[in-house]
């Protein structure tokens, strides 16, 4: 059983800069299990299905969508069990909640709001 807990959303003007964080709980794994999880970051906004943002391999390979690249980065501190998204240049249309994955597990999302 894995635990995803995110954090840092919130409201920002277009232009400005967030970063996301998403600390992972394991049940039931082996110390260390957390560094072979992908991980992955979805968004949602009204109206519109769940997207892929970004993932990161447990060996570190990086995947944008096209619409956020050059803008967000994804990265992962295994040792502190936590995936985060930098995300630069925001715009209105990256409105959304934002949601930490790995396999099966969703955390409870974090609201990001782009606006003047």
């Known amino acids: 059983q894995v635990q995803l807990v995110e954090s840092g959303g919130g409201l920002v003007q277009p232009g400005g800069s967030l970063r996301l964080s998403c600390v992972a709980s394991?049940?039931?794994?082996?110390?260390?299990?957390?560094?072979?999880?992908?991980m992955r970051w979805y968004r949602q906004a009204p109206g519109k299905q769940r997207e892929l943002v970004a993932s990161v391999t447990g060996g570190g390979t990086m995947t944008y969508a096209d619409s956020v690249k050059g803008r967000f980065t994804i990265s992962r501190d295994n040792a502190e069990k936590t995936v985060y998204m930098q995300m630069n240049n925001l715009r209105p249309e990256d409105t959304a909640v934002y949601y930490c994955?790995?396999?099966?597990?969703w955390g409870q999302g974090t609201q990001v709001t782009v606006s003047s």
């Open positions: 394991e049940s039931g794994f082996s110390l260390g299990f957390f560094s072979t999880f992908t």
């Open positions: 994955n790995t396999a099966s597990f």
